[in-house]
């Protein structure tokens, strides 16, 4: 019992989740949050903020080459966005899965993009796309002090341990 207590606390990760201006102005916030949740993953940060444009650019710095990168970054910057961490075992891979491909036109059914976007530039929703990256982010967007550490009751049976 010990060990697969070990390998659970092992396994547990963190990714940055956010739901972009277009996702937030569609009123499609509970509608991702609910997949996240029901799947099992446990929300241990959430606040809402229009990032300013300098912020959305060290957001997407690795995107700076990039021909939309401008556009991205004023779009990120125009509304509110809805900035989360997410919590779980494996969270930061399957995270990406549940959101689907960034072009929502090759985004399978299903999946948060291929479901209730259409087009790249308005898919509604950002993920960390690694261990590496999630922290980054996370860091960015958060305070230490805004992140929630507890145990929820339904672990144990999402899990199968205590
Ligand atoms: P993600 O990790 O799936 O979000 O994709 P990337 O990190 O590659 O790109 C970040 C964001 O830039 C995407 O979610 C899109 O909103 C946007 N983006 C990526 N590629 C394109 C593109 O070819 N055209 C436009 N307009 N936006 C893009
Ligand atoms: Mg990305």
Redesign the pocket.
Known sequence: MLQEQEAHAAEMERTFIAI?PDGVQRGLISEIISRFERKGFKLVAIKIVVPSKEFAQKH?H??KD????N??CE?LSSAPVVAMVWEGEGVIKYG?KL?G???PQKSEPGTI?GDLAV?????I?????GPETAKDEINLWFKPEELVSYTSNAEKWIYGVN
């Open positions: 972009k997407y690795d995107l990039r021909p939309f990168f556009g991205l779009f990406r959101i491909a960034t072009d993009r087009v790249v530039g308005r898919n929703i950002h993920g960390s796309d």
